[in-house]
C-alpha cells in the first residue's frame, strides 16, 4: 500500500516540475497560463499529500484561481490595446547569459545543501501548539495560528492586501479599459445557476474554518469568485457612485481586526491576548468581517481601475482621495 | 476488500480508462472540435464512474451529497467551459475568413 | 523514499525553474508567472519541512506562514500585473 502511494507521489512530483518547465517554455502565452493554472492545482493535490489541506485550499482558490483570473485579464488587456510594432528584443551577450546560469545553479546548489542538511521531522512549534490549543478558542490549530497565536501577521497580511488595491486604483487611475469579450447566453445562465452555490461554499468554507481545513482566506477568495462571476457576467457593472461602499469594504476588515486587537487590552491584557470566554466569538468575528473585505478586494483587483467616469479623465480629479 | 470496495474499485478503474481515452483524443484529434469532443464525452463519462466508485465508499451520507454536488458543478462548469472555447474558436474561424 | 524527499526536491526544482525563468524571460507577463513560480516553490519547501510522518499531525506554523504567503504573492501579482497593464497603454500611446 505504502509502495503505490509513493509511484503517485513520484509521478506527480515529475507531473509538477514538467508543468512548471511547459509553462516556462511555451511560446504561446495564453497557453503558458493555463499550463500554470494546472500546476498550481497539481502543487495543490501535493500539498493535500503532505497533509496540509487549509494550504491546497489557499494556494488552490487564491494561488491558482484568483491569480490565473488577474493573468487573463491583463493578457486580454496586452493582446486588445494593440502596439504598433512591438521592438525586438534585445539579443543577451553571452557573458551575461552564462553569469545568470551561474548564479541560479549556485543558489539552487545552495538551497538544496541546506535543505539537505535541515533536520526533517520536527521537533517544530507543533508541541506549543498543540499545549496552547486550549486557551486558543478555536479547535483547528492552523486557524489558532492564524488569529490567535500570529495575529500579528494576519493583520499585515489583510494591510498588504489594502495596499495592493490602493497602488492598483492609483496605477489605473484614467486608464481606458480594453473592451470586454461577450460570453454569449450559456455563460449568463452558468453564472446565474452557481452564484448561490458559490455564496453557500464560501460561506462554509469560513464557518468550518474553526474545527476544520478552511476559514476567512479560503471562503473569501471563493466569495471573490462570486465577484469575478458578476463582473464578467455584467450582472453587475461598477459605477463612479459605488466607490464609497467599496472603500468601506477594503477597510472593514483591517478596521476590525486593529479595533478587536487594541480593544481587548483593556483589563490588563496584551493586545491580541482575546479573553477565553469570548475567543472564539471574537476570532469569527474577525474573521467574517476579514472575509469581506478580502472578497471584495480580489474582486476590485480583478477590475482594476477605480470606477471613475472615464470623459472627465483630464480634469476633475479633485475629491478622489483614496482611504 | 469486501464486495462493495471491490465495485468501488472497479468503477474507478473504469473511469480511469475513460479519462485516458479522452486524452489520447485530446492528443490524436486534428482540430480544436474534434478534440472538444473527445474531451467533453470521455471524461464527462469518466467523472460520472469515479464519483459513482468514490460515492459507494464514503463513510456518511453527508459526502455522498457532497461528491454528488461536486460532481454536479463539475459537469455543468466543464460543459460551460466547453462552450466558451468552441464559441471563441468559431468565431476566430468567421474573422480569419472574412 | 518518503513524500517530504520526494516533494522537497520537488519544491527546489521548481523555485530553480521560476529564478531562470524570472532572469532570462523577456516577455513581462511571463516573468511574473516564473516569480509566482518561485513562490510555490519556497511554499513546498516550508510544506514540507511542516510534515510530520503520519499518524503525526503536521506543525501548523509552517502552514499559516504559507497561506500568508499566498495571499501576499496574489497582491504582489496583481499590483504587478496593474503596472504591465499602465505600461503597455502608454507605449501603445506613443507608438501611436
Given amino acids: 500500500m505504502i509502495d503505490t502511494m509513493v509511484i503517485f507521489d513520484l509521478l506527480l512530483a515529475v507531473a509538477v516540475v514538467a508543468l512548471a518547465v511547459a509553462s516556462m517554455t511555451t511560446r504561446d502565452m495564453f497557453a503558458a497560463i493555463v499550463l500554470f493554472v494546472v500546476f498550481g492545482l497539481l502543487s495543490a493535490l501535493a500539498w493535500v499529500r503532505l497533509s496540509a489541506p487549509d494550504v491546497a485550499l489557499a494556494e488552490a482558490a487564491i494561488g491558482t484561481g484568483v491569480t490565473g483570473a488577474l493573468l487573463l485579464r491583463t493578457l486580454h488587456h496586452v493582446q486588445t490595446v494593440e502596439r504598433k510594432a512591438a521592438p525586438e528584443p534585445l539579443p543577451v551577450p553571452m557573458g551575461v547569459q552564462i553569469a545568470n546560469a551561474a548564479f541560479c545553479g549556485l543558489l539552487t546548489l545552495g538551497l538544496a545543501a541546506a535543505f539537505a542538511g535541515a533536520p526533517r521531522g520536527g521537533p517544530g512549534f507543533d508541541l506549543l501548539v498543540a499545549d496552547a490549543m486550549s486557551i486558543s478558542g478555536v479547535d483547528h490549530p492552523v486557524t489558532a495560528v492564524l488569529l490567535n497565536f500570529r495575529a500579528y501577521d494576519t493583520l499585515m497580511e489583510v494591510v498588504v492586501l489594502l495596499a495592493a488595491v490602493i497602488a492598483v486604483w492609483q496605477i489605473e487611475r484614467g486608464l481606458s479599459d480594453a473592451p470586454a469579450p461577450a460570453l454569449g447566453e450559456v455563460w449568463q445562465g452558468f453564472a446565474r445557476l452557481t452564484l448561490p452555490a458559490i455564496v453557500v461554499v464560501g460561506t462554509y468554507l469560513l464557518w468550518v474554518g474553526s474545527s476544520a481545513p478552511g476559514g476567512a482566506f479560503q471562503g473569501g477568495a471563493v466569495l471573490a469568485a462570486v465577484g469575478l462571476l458578476l463582473l464578467l457576467s455584467r450582472l453587475y457593472v461598477p459605477r463612479p457612485s459605488h466607490r464609497g461602499a467599496a472603500r468601506v469594504a477594503f477597510v472593514l476588515g483591517t478596521g476590525a481586526f486593529a479595533a478587536v486587537a487594541l480593544l481587548v487590552t483593556g483589563g490588563g491584557r496584551m493586545p491580541f491576548e482575546y479573553p477565553l470566554e469570548h475567543a472564539k466569538t471574537l476570532i469569527l468575528l474577525i474573521e467574517g468581517l476579514v472575509t469581506i473585505s478580502i472578497a471584495v478586494t480580489l474582486a476590485a483587483l480583478f477590475h482594476g481601475r477605480e470606477p471613475v467616469a472615464l470623459p472627465e479623465r483630464a480634469a476633475g480629479t479633485g475629491g478622489r482621495d483614496d482611504a | 476488500m469486501t464486495p462493495l470496495e471491490l465495485i468501488a474499485g472497479a468503477l474507478i478503474a473504469l473511469g480511469a480508462v475513460f479519462f485516458i481515452a479522452g486524452t489520447v483524443g485530446v492528443l490524436r484529434f486534428p482540430d480544436i472540435f474534434c478534440r472538444l469532443h473527445a474531451l467533453t464525452k470521455a471524461d464527462g463519462l469518466g467523472l460520472g464512474l469515479v464519483a459513482l466508485g468514490v460515492g459507494l465508499l464514503a463513510a456518511s451520507p453527508g459526502a455522498v451529497v457532497r461528491i454528488a454536488l461536486v460532481w454536479f458543478f463539475v459537469v455543468v462548469a466543464s460543459a460551460t467551459c466547453s462552450h466558451l472555447i468552441a464559441r471563441h474558436a468559431l468565431e476566430r474561424a468567421r474573422r480569419e475568413r472574412s | ?96
Fill in chain 3, 1 to 96: 523514499m518518503t513524500p517530504d524527499l520526494i516533494y522537497g526536491v520537488t519544491g527546489i526544482a521548481v523555485f530553480a525553474i521560476g529564478l531562470v525563468g524570472a532572469i532570462v524571460a523577456q516577455n513581462r507577463l511571463r516573468r511574473v508567472l516564473a516569480l509566482k513560480l518561485c513562490s510555490v516553490g519556497a511554499g513546498f519547501v516550508l510544506i514540507v519541512a511542516a510534515w510530520r510522518s503520519p499518524p503525526d499531525a503536521p506543525d501548523p506554523v509552517p502552514h499559516a506562514l504559507v497561506i500568508t504567503g499566498i495571499v501576499v504573492m496574489v497582491s504582489a501579482t496583481a499590483v504587478a500585473l496593474a503596472l504591465i497593464r499602465r505600461l503597455h497603454s502608454l507605449e501603445a500611446e506613443d507608438d501611436a
